[in-house]
């Protein structure tokens, strides 16, 4: 059965940092797509960044790019999330998520696996 267990989340002033991880098990974390979503309140699950396990290559949506950087330990099996200059618009609920198939980016209705989201507040 296939876990994916985030940690790092808080509350933070504009300006201010935090790196989420995402710890994975039962799955072979080295061959496996892996990303970050984010839902604030009454809005969609958007996908903010991921990492693929072929060539590692990376995605991030237009506003978070020069901000937020997604790296993965394959030796560790684990995702993190470095937020930089964070704003309150960043303000959400942030789920780790792993696919298959699709790379390093994909539609929420395409993941595989999810975490149970753990919430980023940034304060103005």
């Known amino acids: 059965q296939v876990h994916l267990v985030e940690s790092g989340g808080g509350l933070v002033q504009a300006g201010g940092s935090l790196r989420l991880s995402c710890a994975a098990s039962g799955v072979t974390f080295s061959k496996i797509n892996m990303g970050w979503f984010r839902q604030a309140p009454g809005k969609e699950r958007d996908q903010v960044a991921g990492?693929?396990?072929?060539?590692?290559?990376?995605y991030y949506v237009d506003s978070v790019k020069g901000r937020f950087t997604i790296s993965r330990d394959n030796a560790s099996n684990t995702m993190y999330l470095q937020m930089n200059s964070l704003k309150p618009e960043d303000t959400a609920v942030y789920y780790c998520?792993?696919?298959?198939?699709?790379?390093?980016?994909?539609?929420?209705?395409?993941?595989?696996?999810w975490g149970q989201g753990i919430q980023v507040t940034v304060s103005s």
């Open positions: 990492i693929g396990w072929i060539r590692r290559d990376t």
């Open positions: 998520a792993a696919n298959r198939r699709y790379g390093s980016r994909w539609s929420a209705g395409e993941s595989d696996y």
